[in-house]
């Protein structure tokens, strides 16, 4: 895809500092995320992907290169990026809208068109009826899916989403992978995801970035070929297979990826 970046690191770093010790987790790490890109970025465990995310995201600077987003120094960027984690974090106490809704009431009032656009988020991914309903009422992969409303309700340029299908199982994440792509595609969004699955990866990219070494580094960047939207049955052909064993020893490490 020939778009202008969104997303740009050049010569990132990233060394945590104790009284105790100095652990440098990445370095010189440099890619590009281009706009409506889906990009993965997946790596052994401990391997600098998560730390990547958060100084992308601003919550950590780098001790080393620079970040841009939107072709702006990342300390003076306006862009708006969202975050989903692993686990959804959904307030117990509020339904499933007013959850949705929360990145807007931070930001003041709600207003009938946010109201509106959340309800068509929730119809978007199958939870329309669950709406006034709390979340402990929801399923794993459903209590998912309204965090994920959350972060597109505000609208966001960028959508940054840390392993957020690795405590599902494999068959809720199979469907939640279809899920991603079909939001994805129906919201231009740009994405950047963090797995330790190579199926998952492969699956849902244009791209994947595989970080390795000690400290983290990218090791290879690999434009994924495959015609969309995919469907389950890509998973079973050659080309399929093929991206997932250049990846698995590119990590080198085959064993330790789900
Ligand atoms: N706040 C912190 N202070 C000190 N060290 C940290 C901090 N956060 C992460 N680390 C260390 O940085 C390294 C990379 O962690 P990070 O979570 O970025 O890796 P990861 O690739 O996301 O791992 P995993 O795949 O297991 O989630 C680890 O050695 C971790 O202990």
């Keep these: 895809m020939t778009t202008s970046p ?22 010189g790490c440099t890619l590009s995320v281009g706009r409506g890109e889906f990009v993965s970025i997946v790596g052994h465990s401990g391997g600098g992907k998560t730390t990547l995310l958060r100084i992308i995201s601003g919550l ?7 970040v841009w987003v939107n072709g702006q120094h990342l300390d003076q960027s306006l862009s708006d990026m969202s975050m989903v ?35 068509e988020l929730l119809e978007m ?20 899916r309204v ?23 494999a068959m809720t994440r ?13 919201t231009g ?5 963090v797995t330790h699955s190579i199926p998952e990866a492969v699956f849902l990219s244009d791209r994947v970035v595989v970080i390795g070494g000690k400290p983290g580094r990218v090791v290879a960047d690999i434009a ?10 890509h998973r079973y052909t050659p080309e399929f297979y093929e991206y997932e064993q250049q990846i698995s020893e590119l990590i080198g490490a085959k064993e330790s990826i789900a």
């Design 6 to 27: 969104v997303i740009e690191l050049d010569a990132v770093g990233m060394t945590y500092r104790s009284r105790k010790e100095t652990n440098t987790v990445l370095d």
């Design 60 to 66: 950590i600077h780098p001790t080393e290169g620079s």
């Design 85 to 119: 984690f692993q686990k959804p974090v959904l307030l117990p106490w509020r339904n499933n809208l007013q959850n949705v809704l929360l990145p807007m009431e931070f930001r003041g009032r709600v207003t009938d068109t946010m109201r509106a656009y959340a309800m």
């Design 125 to 144: 991914t199958g939870l329309k009826d669950t709406a006034r309903r709390h979340p402990y009422e929801l399923s794993g992969g459903m209590q998912q």
């Design 147 to 169: 965090a994920i409303c959350r972060a597109l309700v505000s609208h966001p340029d960028i959508m940054l989403m840390d392993e957020p299908f690795g405590a599902l199982d």
């Design 174 to 186: 199979d469907s939640m992978n279809l899920e991603l792509q079909r939001i994805w595609s129906e």
């Design 189 to 193: 969004r740009s994405i950047l995801f």
């Design 224 to 233: 994924v070929d495959l015609p969309r939207p995919r469907t389950k049955a």
